[in-house]
C-alpha cells in the first residue's frame, strides 16, 4: 500500500510502513517472534540476520512512526527511558545540556543519578523564555531537550522560537513529545532534530505495552542512534511492536476524543469552588494558550489542579471510582494520579515546590470515557475534600 506525498495524517497513521505480508496477503503486520533467520548461503539472507539487529515488526512501526512525526527515520526502544538514553549517547564526557526545568521525574533521575557519573552536566531553565536558553547555552552546549507541555504543570516551549536559539549556536534539539503525541503537534515541522516518545502513552493507546522511540532527521544521527540501538541492544519487542502499531491505526480519533474529553472536564474543574487552580493549555486563563493555540491541534488530554494540600489531593484520589489511581497516562481509561509522590517522587522536594509541583497538586489523563461520567465521578470525589 504505497502512499503519495498528499496523503494526510490519519491516512499516514494507518498505511506507513503497513505493507501486505509477501507470503499471505495478511494486512496486519505479522508479529515476527524470532530470535534468528536462516540464511540461503554464507553471506546471503534476506535482510535480516539477528532479532537484536532486525525485526519486521519492529521495522514497520519505527517507519511508520517517523511517516507520522513527517521524520526520516525511527528507532524503537525497551522503554521511553531507553529511548531517552540512546540519545543520550550522541555525547561525550564534559558535554553540557539544556533541559526544561519541569522535565519527566524520571528524565531527571537518569541525567542527574546516572549520567553525571558519566561527566555529563546538565542545566535546568525555563524554556518557555527563549532569552534563558539562550543565556544557559555554553561553548560545551551539545543538545537542547525540550519537553512540551511539562509533566505534570503542562507549561509550553515553543519549540520554533526555542529551535531557533539553540541552532543559531549550532546546538541540536531533541523534543519529548509524549504528552502531546503527533495528533497535536510534531515538533520536526518547527525545527527539531529529534522527537522522543514513551510509546506506552498515547501511540498505543491501551495500557497494554511499555516502549519508546526516536525520530531523527540529521543523518549523522540517523547513523549513530542506528549502530547505539543495535550495539546496547535495549530494543522494542516484536509483541510490544504489534500493540503499538494496532495502537497508531487509532490514533486520531482516539486523540480526538481525549481534546473534547480534556478540555470539558478542564472547565468543570475551573468552575469547582474546591479547585484553586486548573492548568491546562486549551483554557483561556493558561498563561501561554495563545501559543498553544498556535502550535497544537487541540489541547490533549492531560490536565493538573490544586487542592491546596496533601489531605485534600489524597480525599480526592482515594474517592474516586471511575478514574482509576495510577501512575502512566494515554490510555483509553482515564488515570488519575498524584504527582509529588509518584512520578516526580525522584526530584527533591524544594525543586518539585519550586515549579508548582506541591502536595496538593493532582494529576488526571483524560480517557475517552463519557464525559458525563467522568464530571460524575469527579464531583463525587471532591464531595469528599
Known amino acids: 500500500m504505497k502512499l503519495d506525498n498528499t496523503a494526510r495524517f490519519s491516512t499516514i497513521c494507518i498505511h506507513a510502513g503497513q505493507e501486505p505480508d509477501p507470503s ?5 503486520t505479522p508479529i515476527y517472534q524470532t530470535s534468528t533467520y536462516v540464511q540461503d548461503a554464507l553471506g546471503q539472507h534476506k535482510g535480516y540476520e ?3 539487529t532486525q525485526n519486521p515488526t519492529r521495522a514497520a512501526l519505527e517507519a511508520n512512526v517517523a511517516a507520522i512525526e513527517n521524520g526520516v527515520a525511527g528507532f524503537a526502544f525497551a522503554s521511553g527511558m531507553a529511548a531517552i538514553g540512546a540519545v543520550m549517547t550522541l555525547l561525550s564526557a564534559g558535554d553540557h545540556v539544556v533541559v526544561t526545568d519541569n522535565t519527566y521525574g524520571g528524565t531527571y533521575r537518569l541525567f542527574e543519578k546516572v549520567l553525571r557519573k558519566y561527566q555529563l552536566d546538565f542545566s535546568y531553565v525555563d524554556t518557555a523564555n527563549p532569552d534563558a ?12 531537550f525540550l519537553e512540551t507541555p511539562t509533566n505534570p504543570t ?3 516551549t515553543d519549540i520554533r522560537a526555542a529551535c531557533d536559539v539553540a ?3 549550532n546546538v541540536p534539539v531533541v523534543v519529548d513529545n509524549t504528552f502531546a503525541s503527533p495528533f497535536i503537534q510534531r515538533p520536526i515541522d518547527f525545527g527539531a532534530d529529534m522527537v522522543l516518545h514513551s510509546t506506552t502513552k498515547f501511540l498505543n493507546g491501551h ?3 511499555v516502549g519508546g522511540l526516536v525520530v531523527a532527521v540529521q543523518p549523522d544521527h540517523v547513523e549513530w542512534l542506528r549502530f547505539v540501538q543495535n550495539a546496547e541492544g535495549a530494543i522494542l519487542g516484536p509483541m510490544d511492536a504489534w500493540l503499538v502499531l ?4 487509532t490514533l486520531p480519533v482516539r486523540m480526538e476524543r481525549h481534546n473534547a474529553n480534556g478540555l470539558a472536564l478542564a472547565q468543570f474543574l475551573e468552575a469547582h469552588p ?18 498553544a493555540c498556535r502550535q497544537m491541534r487541540g489541547f490533549g488530554g492531560l490536565i493538573s489542579f490544586e487542592l491546596g494540600s496533601l489531605d485534600h489531593a489524597r480525599a480526592l484520589l482515594n474517592h474516586t471510582r471511575l478514574i482509576a489511581l495510577a501512575e502512566s497516562l494515554g490510555g483509553v481509561e482515564s488515570l488519575i494520579s498524584h504527582p509529588a509522590t509518584m512520578t516526580h517522587a525522584s526530584v527533591p522536594a524544594a525543586t518539585r515546590q519550586a515549579l508548582g509541583i506541591t502536595d496538593g497538586l493532582v494529576r488526571i489523563s483524560v480517557g475517552i470515557e463519557d464525559i458525563d461520567d467522568l464530571r460524575a465521578d469527579l464531583a463525587r470525589a471532591l464531595d469528599a475534600v
Not at 536558553?133 to 537542547?144: E, F, G, V
Not at 484553586?276 to 494558550?289: E, I, N, W
Request: glycine share 6%.
Open 24 to 28: 499471505t496477503g495478511a494486512i496486519v
Open 50 to 52: 539477528y532479532a537484536r
Open 133 to 144: 536558553i539562550a543565556a544557559a547555552i555554553r561553548p560545551t552546549t551539545k543538545l537542547l
Open 154 to 156: 503542562l507549561r509550553l
Open 167 to 169: 541552532h543559531a549556536r
Open 207 to 209: 495500557s497494554d505495552s
Open 246 to 249: 494496532r495502537g497508531t491505526k
Open 274 to 291: 474546591k479547585v484553586k487552580a486548573v492548568h491546562y493549555p486549551g483554557l483561556p486563563s493558561h498563561p501561554q494558550h495563545a501559543l
